[in-house]
Nanobody, 127 residues
């Protein structure tokens, strides 16, 4: 079965940290660029971070720059999102998505491009 599975979400206090994982099964994640999206209640889904097949030059939304770090371990078929200095406005369901690409430097926030999506993991930042 081809799927992405996110994990690592939870409840954290403002200023805290979480690390999300996105694990692929049934396909080789190294052939895909990976993006993280989030959707807060009542809001549209937005791109948070993306990383190329080989992990170069990750991109970040302005709202998370300097606080979030995306990385990948292709040998483990897993991508990570380290989230530090969390704020209440980071509360959302976080999704990872994979897009098949042969282009070395490609990553995207264009949702229609993606081949696979995870089921989402809830992140709640609250005191």
């Amino acid at each position: 079965q081809l799927q992405l599975v996110e994990s690592g979400g939870g409840l954290v206090q403002p200023g805290g940290s979480l690390r999300l994982s996105c694990a692929a099964s049934g396909f080789t994640l190294g052939n895909y660029a990976i993006s993280w999206f989030r959707q807060a209640p009542g809001k549209e889904r937005e791109g948070v971070s993306c990383i190329t097949r080989w992990g170069q030059s990750p991109n970040y939304a302005d709202s998370v720059k300097g606080r979030f770090t995306v990385s990948r371990d292709n040998a483990k078929n897993t991508v990570y999102l380290q989230m530090n200095s969390l704020k209440p406005e980071d509360t959302a369901v976080y999704y990872c998505a994979a897009v098949l690409t042969a282009v070395q430097g490609f990553c995207s926030f264009s949702e229609s491009r993606f081949n696979y999506w995870g089921q989402g993991t809830q992140v709640t930042v609250s005191s």
